[in-house]
Each structure stands twice: as C-alpha cells, then as structure tokens.
C-alpha cells in the first residue's frame, strides 16, 4: 500500500466507543468508511445518518469481512466478541483496531497472538494511554532517574456518575424485532430477550470484562508504557458491589495488587466515589522522589534522600552516645555548608500542547501502521501483557485468592 493511498475501514460494533473511534479514523487524510456492522438495526440506521447512505450497513460482520474493499477493520463489539472477530478479520486478511480488552477470556489472548503472527497483519488494541505523550514523557524522566529506583505505584480510575457506571441508556424501540438476540449470545446459553444485557453489557461477566477489562486495563497500559514492565508475578483483587444495585454481576468498587519484580503496584476504581467528575492518574513512588501522570499532565517532585542516615542514639548511655557519635562521624563527617552543597528540592509541571489528543493520535499511530505495514507497539503481545493481569484480578476476585503469573509465558500459573 503506497502512503497516499485511501484506506477502507469497516466498523464492527457502532456503540459509543465503536463510533467515536470510527469518527477518530475519518479525521485522518485518506481514510474512507465503506461499512458497518452492529446487532441493533438502529445504530445501523444512525451509522447511515453520520457517515452516509451509500454505507453498507449489517447485522453479520461476516459480509463486512468478505468484502475486498475492506483493508481495515475497527472492532467496538462487547467483550466477549473481541478475540473471534478479530482472529476472523486477520484470517480475512483485513488489519485490526480492537478495543480494549484484546480478550474476554487469558487464553484467546494467545490464540489472537497466533493470527497475528501467522496472517502478519496489523493489530492494535485500543488502550490509548499507549499513545499519550504524557505517559512517553513519563517513560523518558524513568529512564532519566528522575524519581531514583521506583518501588511502587498506585493507579486510580474512580467515577461517580450513572453513565460512568455503564448505565447507559436503552432505546424505547428495543426488541428481538430490532436486535439480533441470538447471534449476540453466540455460544452462551440461550435465554429470553433482556434489553439490559444488551445495551448495558458491561455489566455482565458473560458479556463483558468488569472494571478490570474496561478500566484496569488502561492503568496497567500506562505503567507499562512508563516502566517497560512486562507484567506481574503475583496478583489479588478484591471489591464488591457497594453501590450500583441494579442486577449487575461485576463489582463497582475493586481494589487490585500487583507485584512486579522491583515494584508493587495497586489499582483502584469506585464507580460511587463521591468527587466530581473523573479521577484518574498514576503515582510512581520513587527512592528520590515522586511522578504523578494522568493522560495530559505529569507532576514531578523531587526530594532526594539524605546524605546521611542520623542517629537514634538518647536511650543509650552518655560514654555509649559518645562513642556512637565518633564512630559516626568517621564514617559521615560533617559537611562545610557550600552552594554546591544544597540538595535539589523542586516540583516541575509537564503539559502536553492543547491540541493533543491520545484518542486521536492512537488512531492515527493505527492508520499509520496500516500504510507503512509496521506494528505500533500496542500490538497482540502487549495487549495480553496488559489485558492478563487485568483478567486476573477478575479470577482473583471471584475465587477469593491470589494468584501467580507468568509474565514472559503470559500463562497463569
């Protein structure tokens, strides 16, 4: 494909994150959307409302991916689709944009692995925490020393709003006469129609991730975006449902930790947190100071350590403090105070352009990868480096344990 080549995408899943990144994609030069799928006849109609009427529209992704004009797919569907679409779209020789999480389940995450491999399309996850400049900022100041040896971090993701809880709303036209009931269920068992599990599906695990695949996943991305990190070795979760009492079957309140080889990291969403807004961001504890990054600013402070440990000594005895303090001495002598000696104590504020948007420049990092045929760095492997860890707080959760993983085999252990 030459650079200045139109790129046909297709949109399978028009929901709100499907849509708003098919609309991302559209702001690129050159890039066309020829179709779209989704199983409420609906968004359907409103896809042909905002992009066009001459877009084929469908209930079966599978006529999208049969169709030569397609080099790309966008992949928006609930959870529990992601791994058998985009496998299909690969093997359909289409490159793939898949929201976050890669996988429902920690063993698609190598069978998607394998497509990308074997087709050698691209494939990007759409964690955009990946292509925030703030977070590469926070990778170059790590890299730097900046905050001395890290020793842990602390990620939050808290809302306290009904649509920030996926109480999103439902169409006074839903029905099994304008949803495809049972092609969503796929394999699951069958049941009768049930507008919440559709529209709201998030709020199910046979459908969705819970807030460790819709959210954990983000922090996660970021940390290893800064750190390099490939994953953890140990992982526990625990939470519950504290608020949002409407027939959900995933908490709304969870707490995670992980450790790391030289870190512990811990996690946090409350969807009933009492704040205005969206809380989110990451602190990286460091043994000289501390970094705080959200997706458009990072915080440094700088505190570095003491250039001696100080005594604890007025319990021992006046001939036992003497001695303590020449032998100290010895080894710490007093410094003369001198310019050179003052330590650095300082806060510094980074801020991205105001026209940087990580939503957009991850698609366009996606829509450059697919014209110059190489892989943006949230490829398959680092989207199971993320996604695993994420749905081991959920096994976690549930059996109510902790549980080891392997963060080079990617395999729970």
Known sequence: MQANDTIQLALIGAGGMGSG???????????????????????????????GRDLFTTRDYR??????????????????????????????????????????????????????????RMFQVGSQYASSIAYLKARELMAQGAIGKLNMVE??????????????????DASPATVDWDR????????????????????????????????????????????????????????????????????????????YTDFTFSLRVNFASGAQGEQFGLRFVGSEGQMMTSMREITLSRHPRETEPGMSIGTFSKAMQERYVSEYRQKYPVQIATADSMRPDKDERFVPPPSHDPHKEHMRNFITSVRTRKNHFEDAEFGLRTAGPALLTNASYYEQKPIRWDPDSMKRL
């Open 184 to 259: 969503y269920l796929g394999g699951l068992p069958k049941r009768p129609f049930d507008p919440l599990q559709f529209f709201r599906w998030r709020n199910y695990k046979e459908f969705g991730t819970g807030l460790a695949g819709d959210l954990y996943v983000h922090l996660l991305t970021g940390l290893h975006v800064a750190t390099g990190a490939k994953g953890p070795n140990r992982v526990y979760s625990t939470g519950g449902i504290r608020f949002w009492k409407d027939g959900r079957d995933v908490p709304d309140v969870m707490l995670g930790l992980m450790d």
């Open 21 to 51: 990144d098919a609309n991302d994609a559209l702001l690129v030069p050159g890039v066309k959307l020829v179709a779209a799928a989704d199983l409420y006849d609906g968004r359907l109609e409103r896809a042909k409302e905002r992009w």
């Open 63 to 120: 006529e999208v991916l049969a169709r030569k004009d397609v080099d790309a797919v966008i992949i928006g569907t609930s959870d529990n689709w992601h791994s058998r679409i985009s496998i299909d779209a690969m093997n359909a020789g289409k490159d793939v944009y898949c929201e976050k999480p890669m996988v429902q389940y920690i063993e698609q995450g190598h069978d998607v692995i394998a497509a990308w491999k074997k087709t050698g």
């Open 155 to 172: 990620a939050w993701l808290d809302r306290n709003s009904a649509i920030g809880a996926w109480q999103y709303s439902v169409p006074p």
